[in-house]
């Protein structure tokens, strides 16, 4: 396996027609870790990534891997796998000789080809034609062709689309152990809750620019506390007391710009005793949320 | 290296679904029925239809053969192109030219490779196209006392242009597929084109003889002046001889075809964003 390399995006456009698809994007993803790219549908992800991939040409700024244009990458599959979202195969062909095409093509050992079947769990039906498959099936299928070339750099697009929530526990783990062996994984998502589990860190764009790049922890930041007590009265009047931002929330109290173990404190320092104290349900997925509405105007 | 890795590659995307055989079956079927058809009327029962007082039209027993065997590229060419056409628009249709353009980013190598094997495929469609034709064709001309004249030179010439025009016409076909990369739009216009378009202005272009001028360069007539004996030319209008080019004009013509619709197809859509 090579060594994983930075993906960096500089300054990227790319407009179809009078549509702005992606707009001055600047972002680098680090190997050994798992990068989420999320943003909603339409927001370009597609877009940047096959920019990156050498399928779209960019209107003006470089996706480059290692330094590198994928279109002068020595050897490509060996540098970078990809699945993308469309399913890319003829369906009347085998699993097994689709991958076999594209090795013949990279110039790869055709041993490689039983191995990444056997690693996406596709070995028993390496003999099937593809139409066959069904939407998992495709998604392994397409995973198996990105790891072809054993490459140090993984390229997946919205790979958690259509498996079943076995394969998307098998998914998660399996993304985890390639970035442990140094790789960089890039994972994009329209959906936060699809990767949360399973992303070091995330960039979020929104039509087409960056709206958040970072940690998961530090996006959560912005969510709220929910917290009640039998004394609903006199926790408010703690919470208030420490200059809090307090609200009625749905059981409880909503708190802002505190984690949970700080306003717990607060109410053992008052002495009210909590019935609940917890970080509001979806208030990750609602600071992503909150996030690409933002730039809801174009 | 990388060249030599893509032919591989596209020959074993022909090879891995069943279009090829398909085509191949239908086309030597076709060629089979139509030269032993041929061959019986015109070898055997045409003078004793015409020895009852029945009116026949009559091919020269000297080149009667010719024509028989020519039949594996006069009437078959359709089968190549379309082979050509929908190995190139299967492509965009299955949305396999991003795992392709993957492992190959240099999409005029990819565009080369399928160009050289479709014209080997094309080549092998020819030989089985002759093997139906001269075998059925040429044994009933055997049986009804007409020469197959396989001890001739032309008639070696013949069947070595006809693997000629048969792997041209399958580059044609790929040529056609970057072009039109709607695979429906493909087939209506093979099928359009080769079976109706071309033969009525064939037709219409032997009334005169400046008409006839231009229609020697329509590509069916360019691939049976490659071949050098058609159906088609000998059934002419009879009206006075047709325009007929040089076989190596013929040639030449099928590969200027193929090589324009190929290089206007890499500009346009071969280059696009693959999205």
């Known amino acids: 396996m090579p060594a994983g390399v930075p993906i960096a995006i500089a300054g990227l456009s790319k407009s179809f027609g009078a549509v702005n698809a992606v707009n001055a994007l600047s972002f680098t993803v680090e190997p050994g870790q798992v990068t989420g790219f999320l943003g909603p549908n339409g927001a370009g992800k597609t877009t940047t990534l096959r920019i990156l991939l050498g399928l779209v040409a960019p209107t003006s700024g470089t996706a480059t891997i290692g330094g590198a244009a994928y279109r002068d990458l020595e050897r490509p599959l060996v540098t970078v796998g990809a699945a993308l979202e469309a399913a890319s195969f003829h369906p009347g062909r085998s699993a097994r000789d689709h991958l076999a095409i594209y090795a013949l093509a990279a110039g790869l050992d055709q041993a490689r080809v039983d191995i990444v079947l056997d690693q996406v769990g596709l070995a028993d039906y390496a003999r099937r034609r593809v139409g066959g498959f069904s939407l998992g099936m495709r998604q392994r299928l397409g995973l198996a062709f990105a790891l072809l070339g054993d490459p140090g750099v993984l390229v997946l697009d919205e790979p958690v689309n259509g498996l079943d929530p076995e394969g998307i526990r098998w998914i998660r783990s399996f993304l985890r152990q390639l970035a442990g062996e ?17 992303v070091d860190t995330v960039v979020i764009i929104s039509h087409g620019s960056l709206v958040y790049q970072g940690g998961l922890l530090e996006l959560e930041t912005g969510s709220r506390v929910l917290v009640d007590a039998p004394d609903r ?42 019935s609940l104290l917890t970080v509001e349900q979806g208030g990750l997925e609602d600071a992503f949320l909150e996030l690409v509405s933002e730039k809801g105007a174009p | 290296m990388s060249f030599v890795s893509a032919l591989r590659a596209e020959l074993l995307k022909l090879t891995t679904t069943r279009l090829w055989w398909v085509l191949l079956l239908v086309l030597v079927g076709y060629v089979a029925f139509v030269s032993g058809v041929l061959g019986a009327v015109f070898g055997g029962l045409g003078e004793k239809l015409a020895a009852a007082g029945g009116t026949v039209p009559t091919i020269p027993k000297s080149s009667l053969h010719l024509v028989v065997y020519s039949i594996a590229s006069s009437i078959g060419y359709v089968f190549p192109v379309l082979l050509g056409a929908l190995a190139t628009t299967s492509e ?17 190598t990819v565009l080369g490779a399928k160009l050289i094997v479709l014209g080997i495929f094309g080549a092998v469609y020819g030989v089985a196209a002759l093997v139906a034709s001269v075998g059925l064709g040429g044994g009933i001309l055997a049986a009804t006392g007409t020469s197959a004249d396989f001890a001739s030179a032309d008639t070696w010439l013949l069947i070595a242009r006809v693997i000629l025009a048969m792997a041209l016409w399958a580059v044609i076909g790929v040529g056609l597929g970057v072009l039109v990369p709607s695979q429906v739009a493909a087939i209506v216009i093979v099928l359009a084109f080769t079976q109706f378009i071309e033969p009525i202005l064939r037709l219409v272009s032997s009334f005169w003889d400046w008409t006839s001028g231009i229609g020697q360069f329509l590509p069916g007539a360019a691939s049976d002046a490659l071949v050098g004996s058609s159906i088609f030319t000998v059934m002419g209008t009879g009206s006075g001889p047709v325009a007929v080019l040089e076989w190596w004009q013929g040639g030449l013509v099928l590969l200027g075809l193929a090589i324009l619709a190929a290089a206007i197809g890499y500009l346009t859509s071969w280059r696009r964003d693959v999205t």
Not at chain 1, 182 to 198: I, M, N, P, W
Not at chain 1, 239 to 245: A, I, K, V
Not at chain 2, 93 to 108: E, M, S, V
């Open chain 1, 233 to 274: 009265a006199a926790l408010s009047a703690a919470l208030r007391l420490e200059g809090l931002d307090v609200q009625r929330g749905h059981g409880g109290l909503l708190v802002a710009g505190r984690t949970a173990q700080e306003v717990g404190a607060i109410a053992q320092h008052a002495g009210v005793p909590l």
């Open chain 2, 92 to 108: 965009f249709r299955h949305q396999t030219l991003t795992p392709t353009f993957l492992a190959t980013p240099r999409r005029g």
């Open chain 1, 182 to 198: 140094g790789r960089t994984v890039l994972v994009s998502s329209h959906l936060l809750s699809e990767v949360q589990q399973s």
